[in-house]
């Protein structure tokens, strides 16, 4: 009876040793996990914002760092930022428009500059 009793005793040590290494295991996976889907998060981020004119100027490698980290240190920022990026429609960032003000136009396109300016 005393050697079924260190028999299981030894099983029951070994099996709570195997479970601290799988819930470690599992615990460095998920950390991996967390990682890749934040640098996925940034790049694709980085990718919208160069599409829509937005810190066109900076490489999206660059970028997709710095909004990596931000995600990382700065969440609430990184999400405010994600929402402010989707509301940017695209190219933006590079539409100029100007009104001109010469009699041929004011006649064939509209009578304000309002007008104008929403049919060019």
Not at 27 to 52: F, N, P, Y
Not at 89 to 110: L, W, Y
């Amino acid at each position: 009876m005393a050697t079924k009793i260190a028999e299981v005793s030894y099983v029951l040590r070994q099996a709570a040793g195997e479970l601290r290494k799988q819930a470690s295991r599992i615990s460095d996976l998920e950390q991996e996990l967390e990682a890749r889907d934040r640098r996925d998060g940034a790049q694709k981020l980085a990718s919208t914002m160069h599409e829509k004119g937005i810190d066109a100027d900076v490489p999206i490698a660059r970028l997709a760092e710095h909004l990596e980290k931000m995600a990382e240190e700065q969440p609430v920022e990184y999400a405010n930022l994600h929402g402010a990026v989707e509301l940017v429609g695209p190219d933006m960032g590079t539409k100029a428009a100007s009104v001109r003000n010469t009699d041929e136009e004011r006649s064939s396109v509209g009578s304000s500059d309002l007008e104008r300016f929403i049919v060019s």
